[in-house]
């Protein structure tokens, strides 16, 4: 089943504890790309990445790192998380011989206390 | 950059009744989702529609770009329509650009 997958699901942890979320996708696309979701902001664009080590910023970069080593992979890194990070995350993907469709990973609810 | 705006921001209707939603975006696209995010959070993709109309089941959708806008269609909704209904485009950068959402009620 073609999917992308994001790991943990919900997090609770507090200021400064550096943490990492996992987005991985199985369909072989070139794009990937990691949203945040605030109640009266709408989703807004952190990071993406048009390949393997090709990474851009988005809308709202400022307090994250991303990484893209694997096609597969793209992993979100808060290296000293705060409170206003709270909020939902979102791992997408598309391919971008084709740029139709982009793929959701079911998100990440992380509050940082 | 592009800008995209959505009608109506709040939506309450009664089981049955159909619905029309709006989507108004700045400039030209190459790629318009509609998603609906039900209330557990979860992004579902409902259709893929740079241009043209699109039909599954109750809901279509119809894009005119040249225009630079697009309908979702909504017919005898139910309950578990309700949730929020995004429009998303991508510009020819590289951002893909949320609308704002509507939310929609659908009351049995």
């Known amino acids: 089943e073609a999917q992308v997958t994001q790991n943990p699901r919900y997090l609770i942890t507090v200021t400064g504890k550096k943490l990492t979320v996992t987005c991985s996708q199985n369909?072989?696309?070139?794009?990937m790309s990691w949203y945040r979701q605030d109640p009266g902001l709408g989703l807004r664009q952190i990071y993406y990445?048009?390949?393997?080590?090709?990474?851009d910023k988005g809308d709202v970069p400022e307090g994250y790192k991303v990484s893209r080593k694997e096609k597969r992979n793209f992993p979100l890194i808060l290296e000293s998380p705060s409170p206003n990070q709270t909020s939902l995350y979102f791992c997408?993907?598309?391919?971008?011989?084709?740029?139709?469709?982009?793929?959701f990973g079911p998100g990440t609810r992380l509050t940082v206390l | 950059g592009i800008q995209v705006e959505q009608s109506p921001p709040d939506l309450i209707l009664q089981e049955g009744a159909n619905s029309t939603l709006r989507c108004n975006f700045s400039?030209?696209?190459?790629?318009l989702q509609w998603f609906h995010q039900n209330p557990w959070g979860q992004l579902i993709n409902l259709f893929y529609?740079?241009?043209g109309t699109k039909q599954n089941g109750r809901l279509s959708a119809t894009t005119v770009a040249t225009e630079r806008y697009s309908l979702l269609y909504i017919s005898s909704s139910q309950t578990t329509d309700s949730g929020v209904y995004f429009c998303?485009?991508?510009?020819?950068?590289?951002?893909?650009?949320f609308g704002p959402g509507t939310r929609l009620s659908v009351l049995p």
């Open positions: 997408a993907s598309l391919a971008t011989s084709s740029y139709n469709e982009q793929f």
């Open positions: 400039d030209s696209v190459n790629n």
């Open positions: 990445s048009m390949n393997v080590e090709v990474t």
């Open positions: 369909m072989n696309h070139e794009y």
């Open positions: 998303a485009v991508w510009g020819y950068g590289q951002n893909f650009v």
């Open positions: 529609i740079p241009s």
